[in-house]
């Protein structure tokens, strides 16, 4: 007699780290029918699995491990949630996939399942989909970071991307808008494990276009379905689809985050910076398999419409720069401002540019030589005093205000980051020293020692 289940499957296109809640804990002492579970999940992977060959031979091995008694001997929730998703990694080969023992997620997905045409069900939606909405408002939708740095050089960080569509729309449109004056995009998905793919076209749609753009096509082999996806024509907020992109990666850039970065190369030629990402290309929907248990499921394939392929699983993105994931942000600085300098003709803006440059430090950089100024006790230039101490660091006063350990960018050039920002060279012409004041937006002051002793140590303001 053949058995016939019925599966709860809710599509939320999720691409993102997942974990089991505790919930499983409190079932400690309770006894599965671990067999039982196999067999419904064999069923559930052959009949839904994106990819159908590995599906059917997914299922197959289940199905004759159940015969061979494999599973026989677990009768604890955790142990087979453990275990089953140890042998669906190692039978598929993909990231995403897993069992989950969470009791309260499977009465979540079950309410949103049974909400059509259950009003308690809906009830207990709405109440789920209400506290989701307010975590991601305290999260702000995933967008971490949003800055314009010196040199319209735009800086984006997204720890993940939220599926609230309509509710993040003004928060993105004010994101976007404050890049609006920058020259180079840089978005960091260093710390991003993926998220919703609602918001995949919503997201591109500031970096493609100006005009929709068929960046994808989705296949869902479960449902025989195929869907062309479009970016917004009409997105509210700046767009930036003119705009240098670079992309910043680590080993955890995972997912929906590997999506989003693979579509911007493709189409954009995003330069991506960084280390090689982890590698989880297929989309995945919780689907419940009984009170306890529900799989991430991986049901959908999104292809890249400009090459027609996608990233391999497992295997993730190579970097176009390799690097740390901490030096990362450094270098892409570094290789936007290079790129503002060879398309920047003002003098002025250059020498800004060239500041800049000197500013950004990179770890393990011998290029450049560090070396101090032969000067010899206190030296007095206009408002400034500057002194080597421990023949190794250069102290500047200024007006007499307490000293400043100066950085020592290389190449002669000595830096003041606080508020005011300088940097200083000096150089020494017929025994009497020159320092030159360099300051963003103005041009370079010659200032010559003097003989004056000022008075310094003064109290802090």
Not at 408 to 421: A, K, M, W
Request: proline share 3%.
């Amino acid at each position: 007699m053949t058995a016939i289940w019925k599966f709860v499957s809710v599509t939320f296109l999720i691409f993102a780290f997942s974990t089991a809640s505790d919930a499983c804990v409190s079932l400690e002492g309770k006894l599965v029918d671990s067999e039982n579970v196999v067999l419904k999940l064999a069923h559930v992977i052959k009949e839904q699995f994106a990819n159908k060959s590995i599906a059917e031979n997914v299922a197959a091995t289940l199905m004759a491990d159940v015969e061979a008694g494999k599973y026989k001997h677990i009768q604890q929730a955790k142990i087979l949630e453990t275990k089953l998703t140890e042998d669906l990694k190692r039978l598929s080969g993909d990231n995403h996939i897993g069992m989950v023992c969470d009791p309260v997620a499977v009465k979540r997905y079950q309410a949103r399942a049974q909400s059509s045409h259950s009003e308690s069900a809906k009830v207990n939606d709405e109440k789920n989909r209400a506290n989701q909405l307010r975590e991601s408002r305290i999260e702000n939708f995933g967008i971490k970071k949003v800055e314009l740095k010196n040199g319209y050089i735009g800086f984006l960080e997204m720890h993940y991307f939220d599926g609230h569509l309509e509710e993040s729309k003004e928060i993105f449109t004010g994101a976007m808008n404050l890049l609006s004056g920058a020259k180079v995009i840089i978005i960091d998905l260093r710390r991003n494990g993926g998220g919703n793919s609602k918001i995949l076209p919503l997201f591109l749609s500031y970096f493609l276009g100006p005009e929709p753009v068929h960046f994808a096509t989705q296949y869902t082999r479960w449902k025989d379905e195929e869907k062309k996806l479009y970016t917004i024509g009409n997105v509210q907020g700046a767009r930036h689809f003119d705009k240098p992109i670079y992309i910043l990666t680590s080993g955890t850039t995972f997912s929906l985050a590997e999506h989003v970065t693979y579509h911007l190369r493709a189409f954009r030629q995003a330069t991506i910076i960084g280390e090689r990402t982890y590698g989880g290309g297929r989309a995945f929907d919780p689907v419940v398999i009984d009170d306890q248990f529900y799989v991430r499921m991986p049901r959908i394939e999104i292809i890249n419409a400009a090459d027609n392929s996608m990233y391999k699983e497992g295997l993730g993105i190579q970097p176009d720069i390799l690097t740390t994931a901490e030096n990362a942000p450094a270098v892409a600085y570094l290789h936007a401002i290079k790129h503002l300098l060879e398309n920047e003709t003002h003098p002025q803006e250059k020498s800004d540019l060239q500041w800049l440059r000197r500013t950004v430090p990179i770890e393990n950089d011998s290029s450049t030589k560090k070396s101090l100024p032969k000067l010899v006790g206190k030296k007095h230039f206009g408002e400034f005093t500057f002194e080597i101490r421990q023949n190794k660091w250069l102290w500047m006063s200024f007006r007499g205000l307490p000293w400043v350990r100066l950085n020592n960018l290389g190449d002669g050039y000595f830096y003041d980051d606080r508020p005011i920002q300088r940097q200083f060279t000096f150089s020494n012409e017929k025994d009497r020293w020159k320092v030159d004041l360099h300051l963003l937006g103005e041009p370079t002051k010659e200032i010559y020692e003097q003989s004056r002793k000022v008075v310094s140590g003064k109290s802090n303001l």
